[in-house]
């Protein structure tokens, strides 16, 4: 897949350096001897890039180093999003794909559930789950790392009926393949068969999903921050544009900027799943 | 010599919305050590659900009736746990079109060690050994690197010598060959079934051959079933068959096969008319329709399975060369 990386077409390069870049921070944010992201600078308020030395990309309203926030909020938004897609992807595809191959009753509950599921807008889920499960009182607010594990888990929940629902149609089209049939015949235990004849052709769909649906879980956590119900103090992308907002006519690159982190991002996933998606489509008319 | 299969009045019915569908009427087959009977008749006759009845692989919406008797235990009523104890190491199965019929994404090798690390419980490195030894069997040049090959990769003869190989692997008693070489080109066709024969031999297995072309099964079998809708109209052993024909069906399947001699331009002899709706059952001789010697008894009352005293089965009233 990146054989020939810098023959392939311009959007497939920026996609690839984009993710790695943002997947590098995040994993060596903390090996960087940067300034602490929070700390608030004296000398600069609100000035956009290029204009002060020292913060390349410009100071908030509040004094925070633009690139250090933007470099911390990475970490925290492909978090949330990583572990909900891999958590949920996980579940959802587990689901699905029994459903599928065991069909019957196990397989209409599941199917219903899904649809259930998918009735009920992502946000509005999200919304609900996080103002019931983190909401402490006035003397007791919930902590943040509650709040991060309670939006997590929501977005996790709003993850499993769109994988689980690709798995289970994927599965239908593949279990009725006639290998699958001779393999049974050869006396192959079912979990066998859907270990090594189901779960290969099943993965890439999975997979070309799955990046689409880091997209999606991005800017679910940028809508809900937004609404001032997902990660607090400007600890994420959508929470640094929350706070952003306030500040528009004064800082607009405050805004701006984690705009164009989420959206480069969500514009990389995208065009990743839909690379697997064509490759796979390929490989397909190869058979 | 004792019968690895005895089939008794086998009837398969389906139920579907347009009512239920009768796949198979009351066949009866017997089947010893190291025979091997092809069972033909045109599509939809039923051919490929008898055998997939046989196996037990048929779908949920299914009701059978009558007994199975594999190795003199009935095995028509055993759960789904307790017949995958016999698939592949008792009967196994090759399948129509070998296209789709091998994973597109695993190798080769992976798909025929399988079974052998599966059932037979072999080591890796002893099922690789006896995976390129199976492969050389089903005559595959360079098996070695044939491990490593994708079934893409494969031409459809090679791709069902593979097959044969993953379904002779765990050496079955009872071997079901569901059009092995429909897919195929002609001239790999004839490779296939000599293949096929020559395994059974040396396996001491029974096989059960599923074609619609009486020359396939002329020189491959011991006997032969002919099925026309659902019900077994003739069976005989095959030369007997093939000297002595009694049903008008199956003169009109051997006329149906092209000739060489026939001169350029002749129009290709056809059965006119189709098979009856098997969801209806109506009175007579359900090929009285198409039948070249129809009389009224045909149309009234169906004729029951008469034996000529040598084996030889027919359902007719009137049977080619009269009776007996």
């Known amino acids: 897949m990146f054989k020939n990386f810098w023959k392939k077409p311009l959007g497939f390069k920026f996609a690839t350096l984009w993710l790695f870049f943002v997947v590098f921070i995040t994993v060596t944010y903390d090996l960087f001897p940067f300034v602490k992201w929070d700390r608030i600078s004296d000398m600069s308020q609100g000035d956009g890039p290029f204009k002060v030395p020292g913060h390349f990309l410009g100071t908030s309203y509040d004094g925070l180093d633009m690139f250090t926030a933007l470099m911390h909020g990475a970490r925290m938004s492909t978090f949330v999003a990583v572990v909900s897609v891999v958590v949920g992807g996980g579940i959802g595809s587990i689901l699905g794909i029994t459903a599928a191959y065991y069909r019957g009753t196990y397989d209409k509950i599941m199917s219903s559930m899904f649809n259930m599921m998918l009735a009920i807008p992502n946000l509005v889920m999200s919304l609900a789950l996080i103002s019931v499960l983190a909401n402490g009182?006035?003397?007791?607010?919930?902590?943040?790392?509650?709040?991060?594990?309670?939006?997590?888990?929501?977005?996790?929940?709003?993850?499993?009926?769109?994988?689980?629902?690709?798995?289970?149609?994927?599965?239908?089209?593949?279990?009725?393949?006639?290998?699958?049939?001779?393999?049974?015949?050869?006396?192959?235990?079912?979990?066998?068969?859907?270990?090594?004849?189901?779960?290969?052709?099943?993965?890439?769909?999975?997979l070309a999903i799955g990046f689409f649906a880091v997209g999606v879980v991005m800017i679910a956590e940028g809508s809900l921050s937004i609404l001032g119900i997902g990660i607090p103090g400007g600890a994420s992308w959508g929470s640094l544009l929350a706070i952003g907002r306030a500040n528009l006519e004064y800082a607009p690159h405050e805004v701006y900027l984690p705009v164009l982190c989420i959206a480069f991002t969500v514009i990389s996933t995208n065009y990743f799943g839909d690379y697997i998606r064509a490759n796979l489509d390929k490989r397909e008319s190869k058979i | 010599m004792s019968n690895v299969l005895e089939v008794t009045n086998l009837s398969i019915t389906f139920d579907t919305p347009r009512g239920n569908l009768r796949a198979v009427n009351d066949a009866t087959i017997a089947l010893e050590q190291g025979e091997s009977i092809g069972v033909v008749g045109e599509s939809g006759s039923g051919k490929t659900v008898l055998s997939r009845a046989i196996m037990g692989l048929l779908p949920g919406t299914a009701t059978r009736t009558g007994s199975i008797k594999y190795m003199g235990k009935e095995i028509s009523d055993l759960p789904e746990k307790e017949l995958r104890e016999l698939w592949g190491t008792g009967m196994a199965m090759i399948f129509q079109d070998p296209m789709t019929t091998l994973n597109p994404v695993r190798r080769i090798g992976s798909q025929l060690t399988e079974s052998l690390t599966v059932r037979l419980k072999l080591s890796k490195k002893e099922a690789h050994e006896q995976a390129i030894e199976l492969l050389r069997r089903v005559r595959i040049p360079d098996p070695e690197g044939m491990m490593r090959k994708f079934p893409y990769q494969l031409s459809g003869g090679m791709r069902q010598r593979i097959m044969i190989a993953i379904a002779v692997s765990c050496k079955p008693e009872l071997l079901f060959a569901d059009e092995p070489t429909t897919a195929l080109d002609v001239t790999v066709q004839a490779q296939v079934l000599e293949l096929l024969t020559e395994l059974r031999k040396e396996f001491n297995m029974a096989m059960i051959l599923v074609t619609h072309d009486l020359g396939v099964v002329a020189g491959h079998t011991d006997k032969i079933a002919v099925m026309y809708a659902g019900d077994v109209v003739e069976m005989a052993a095959t030369r007997e068959l093939f000297t002595n024909?009694?049903?008008?069906?199956?003169?009109?399947?051997?006329?149906?096969?092209?000739?060489?001699?026939?001169?350029?331009?002749?129009?290709?002899?056809?059965?006119?008319?189709?098979?009856?709706?098997?969801?209806?059952?109506?009175?007579?001789?359900?090929?009285?329709?198409?039948?070249?010697?129809?009389?009224?008894?045909?149309?009234?009352?169906?004729?029951?399975?008469?034996?000529?005293?040598?084996?030889?089965?027919?359902?007719?009233?009137?049977?080619?060369?009269?009776?007996?």
């Open chain 2, 245 to 324: 024909m009694k049903m008008p069906y199956t003169e009109a399947l051997l006329k149906s096969i092209p000739r060489l001699e026939t001169p350029t331009g002749t129009r290709l002899p056809v059965i006119e008319g189709r098979l009856p709706d098997p969801t209806k059952n109506e009175p007579g001789c359900p090929f009285a329709n198409r039948c070249p010697y129809v009389a009224d008894k045909c149309r009234a009352e169906k004729p029951p399975l008469k034996d000529t005293g040598n084996g030889h089965l027919y359902r007719c009233w009137f049977p080619i060369g009269g009776e007996k």
């Open chain 1, 137 to 206: 009182n006035n003397s007791h607010p919930a902590t943040n790392t509650r709040r991060l594990i309670v939006l997590t888990i929501s977005l996790t929940i709003v993850i499993i009926p769109i994988l689980g629902r690709i798995a289970r149609s994927s599965t239908l089209q593949w279990s009725s393949r006639e290998f699958v049939l001779a393999s049974k015949s050869i006396g192959t235990k079912n979990l066998q068969i859907i270990k090594s004849h189901i779960v290969p052709n099943v993965a890439p769909a999975i």
